[in-house]
């Protein structure tokens, strides 16, 4: 009897609290769509029209999601555990250690608007990146507001050619985004997965846009960490062996430093030690890749656990960036490397400056810095004329002169 008096006071506090939110609703907005556009693990988002008729997405986070977090991780570790005592090989504590400390930041609404004005203000020179912009007065920890964009994923070919979007573009232009990130500034957007990363022509403009969505996990990296990763990948493009092992071993690899180089790139060790940038990607290659990840899971396993955490993220970043490159068709593109290589002599350049007081040594390093990007940019030049029908009819001409005479 009890339970059958309490019952219908519960559905009557739930009509009531379901009445009170769609009364502050109506004063916040002119519509308010219950049905979600999207919903996650986190959270789902709502569309909405301000009183301004301005366009909005609302994204509120599931209400027990923050104590069922931590239950879960809880339930992880001990699994983790129990797999560590069976396999004492396979050793993914990482894990555990990385969910503590990312997932209070991902449930921090707050400190995701933060983060998309931040990269937003770091990465102004791209007018092709769209960062929707936050309403801060219509924001909680719980609750993000932010302008409705609308756009097709970035691995969705069909709505590119629908809507006349270049493809090449788009993978060069997200090359470009992330390098900056990565090389120039440390603060990277670590979730570039299909569903957070849009492509659209602008309403206004009809140029092709890249929109980041979702910035609730950047990894900072610190200085010495860029520099070496800066320094590692100058060394995988050109395939430059000593400088491969010197900054994969200050990164942490130890002698495991060709699984590394190997893991960072995806790429077979005869394709690293000739450089990455000289050697297309194979299928048979591919095939190779998949094959020795199975054969040395527990060196992985082992590798994963020596490097710096900065970069779990990074290679999470790196495998995602890679995905949609390979639904795009442009994975291993000479322009991504071309691009890689600019922000590694832009950072590394401005790292030097910034250690030096010497008006005559920041020169020399600056004009160090230019022939590198001259350089750069005539390789470039070259590959486009090569490759541009300009050169092929050139060359179709001078052939023919040559037969006639």
Request: positive net charge.
């Amino acid at each position: 009897m009890p339970s059958q008096a309490v019952k219908p006071h519960s559905m009557i506090d739930k009509r009531d609290k379901l009445s009170a939110v769609r009364a502050v609703l109506e004063q916040l907005f002119i519509s308010f769509e219950e049905k979600p556009q999207g919903a996650a693990s986190l959270a789902q988002v709502h569309k909405a029209v301000l009183p301004n008729g301005r366009t909005v997405a609302v994204k509120v986070q599931h209400p027990k999601v923050q104590a069922q977090s931590s239950k879960d991780i809880v339930v992880m570790e001990f699994l983790l555990q129990v797999v560590h005592w069976l396999f004492p090989d396979f050793a993914f504590m990482w894990l555990v250690e990385e969910a503590k400390r990312n997932m209070p930041l991902e449930l921090d609404f707050l400190n995701e608007g933060r983060n998309a004005e931040k990269v937003a203000c770091m990465l102004k020179q791209f007018d092709f990146l769209k960062v929707p912009k936050i309403h801060w007065d219509l924001s909680t920890k719980r609750v993000l507001t932010m302008d409705f964009v609308e756009g097709g994923q970035v691995n969705d070919r069909e709505y590119m050619r629908t809507h006349g979007i270049d493809i090449n573009e788009i993978s060069r232009n997200l090359g470009k985004m992330y390098s900056e990130m990565i090389f120039v500034n440390g603060f990277v957007h670590c979730d570039p997965h299909p569903g957070n990363v849009l492509v659209r022509k602008c309403p206004k403009s009809n140029k092709t846009e890249i929109v980041l969505l979702d910035h609730g996990l950047y990894q900072v990296l610190n200085q010495d960490f860029r520099m070496d990763y800066c320094r590692l990948w100058q060394g995988l493009i050109k395939g430059d062996m000593k400088g491969i092992e010197r900054y994969s071993r200050r990164l942490g690899a130890g002698d495991l430093y060709p699984l590394f180089a190997c893991v960072l790139t995806a790429r077979s060790w005869t394709s690293v030690s000739t450089g990455i940038s000289q050697t297309p990607v194979t299928h048979a290659e591919d095939v190779e890749i998949r094959t020795n990840a199975a054969m040395y899971l527990p060196q992985i396993s082992d590798l994963l656990n020596r490097v710096p955490r900065q970069m779990l993220l990074l290679l999470k970043t790196n495998d995602l960036l890679r995905g949609i490159e390979a639904v795009l068709q442009t994975r291993a593109s000479s322009s991504s490397f071309l691009n890689m290589s600019r922000c590694c002599t832009r950072a590394i350049a401005s790292y030097k400056r910034s250690k030096t007081k010497s008006r005559t040594r920041r020169l020399k390093i600056s004009l160090a810095e230019t022939v590198s990007l001259c350089q750069i940019s005539l390789y470039e030049l070259m590959l486009w004329i090569q490759s541009s029908v300009l050169a092929r009819w050139i060359c179709s001409m001078l052939s023919y002169l040559s037969y006639t005479h």
